[in-house]
């Protein structure tokens, strides 16, 4: 394999040694001589959806992988190196306040605990923002990191012959995005070396392209997204009240959709039911900006007075109102894509403990068994969307204490258990060939 290290811009020097967060302080040599000897190094692991993804992308999916992937990193005993940007908020990072803020509002959005190191690469980087352009900018900048860390957790093929060449154990992990069904020669072969512990596959069915890319099948680890229990408690005076909020005596049932507002997602199928159940609220949060005004179009377009559009959702609250409804709906367009969604806000839901209305993909019917609260439907039509929702309706009434069993499922499926699975592999000895 040829050299990707370039010589190395002396802007990178200060990540030579390890150096706190910006506003984290060291004990003074005083303090030191009074304190117990420091418990051994936790290994460092350094996880990076894709190079160039800001921290906090509220309606992107890959900004809850991350930062729930470092905080299970962190909940099984390692020191977790979140790569990513912050430019997109207006807090300074280089300031001891920026960095606390920043961590206050990554808690605030996604309800976890940001103990992380945030490794911030608009700070080292500055103008870099399009890494396609400064590729080899930019890969000193993390062949630096790398050098500096004992594992790698990433998303991003471009970081992998990186990993390979320093010899950095690493888990690589197939959404399926743009950029894995691009992935480079040289970056499948970084696969094949001693570096690579694991491939990780969303479904089954992106473990078989990967198998048929040249992976080997014994390298391979099928694993579903995960959920962060930590706000799933419930408050049933709260969740009454925004029962009493949200229906205001005009509304028999609340029918929630919370994700993302693409056209694949099914939003116009929940337009048309929601014209067909005048009397269900249906409460549409998530999606970006753009989007969600589109979804305002379309309801204005069609005339559903019974339909809210309420943007995007901090974690707690999207709880809160996901264990408030009677319904929550997963919606898909029936096309190419439903092999190889792994449904993140399925298990959502199922924390909720909620009855759910969900198009009938791969990755949902595996999972469902008996005693489970949900309601699939196999045809992307509103009117077969209108009738799973009247059918949950009946069977399963909402309840104050939700469905128990819901609930226990998604237990098996949090980020934590996910994390320890792979960190097994990672660390491991064995090379997975």
Sequence with gaps: ?????????????FLRTYQPDVGESLPSDNARESISPPAPPRKRTLICSRVGDEISQPGRARSIWALNTARAVEENGYEAWLLGRSSNLEYDVTKPWGLRSLRRHVEGIYGIN?????????VALGFVRDFEGEWEFASGFLAETLAQVDYAHVRDPRVLPL???LGIPFVYEDHNESHHLAIARNEIEALSSGSCKAVVAITPAVGTRLVEMGVSQASILVEDSGVNLGTASRNV???????RFLCQESYDAIAFYGGGLQAERGIDQILGAANLLPKVLFVIAGGTERDQESTRSRRSEAACRNVKVCGYLDQATFREIAQAGDVLLFTRMNNDRVEITSPLKFFDYLAAASPIVAFAIPAIERLISDGIAVTLYDDDSSDSLASAISHSLAAFPWTRHGYPKNRELAKTHDWQARQRRILDRLTSGNVSQ
């Design 1 to 13: 394999m040829r050299n990707l290290l370039p010589n190395l811009s002396s802007r990178f020097r």
């Design 114 to 122: 940001a103990t992380m190191k945030f490794v911030l690469s608009n």
């Design 163 to 165: 990993c390979a060449e």
């Design 237 to 243: 005076e709260r969740l009454l009240s925004w029962r």
